[in-house]
């Protein structure tokens, strides 16, 4: 069965960087679009950014300029450079990859903490 498989979250000072990766493990048919959400305590989960096939990107206004979403198409995997980081920041990330058929599938969570 395919699973998304996070890594790199961590507990980080305002105003530093951390890295996460999302590799794809097993067979996804037709993955149009991969990204990242998050949920902090007591809140909604939200979008923070995506990359759809072909590489267009589209950013939640509240990381723009600070956050990178990237992909290595090779090795399935899909990253999020965030820079610049606030103790907002702070949530749990989620990876996710949607399909033409209208599926979703989740990662875990890796928990992101910054620090004032």
């Known amino acids: 069965q395919a699973q998304l498989v996070e890594s790199g979250g961590g507990l980080v000072q305002a105003g530093g960087s951390l890295r996460l990766s999302c590799t794809v493990s097993?067979?996804?048919?037709?993955?149009?679009?991969m990204g990242w959400y998050r949920q902090a305590p007591g809140k909604q989960r939200e979008l923070v950014a995506q990359?759809?096939?072909?590489?267009?990107?589209n950013y939640a206004d509240s990381v723009k300029g600070r956050f990178t979403i990237s992909e290595d198409n090779a090795n399935d995997t899909v990253y999020l450079q965030m820079n610049s980081l606030k103790p907002e920041d702070t949530a749990v990330y989620y990876c996710?990859?949607?399909?033409?058929?209208?599926?979703?599938?989740w990662g875990q969570g890796t928990q992101v903490t910054v620090s004032s």
């Open positions: 996710y990859a949607g399909t033409l058929a209208q599926k979703a599938y």
């Open positions: 097993g067979s996804i048919f037709s993955i149009n679009v």
């Open positions: 990359i759809f096939t072909g590489g267009s990107t």
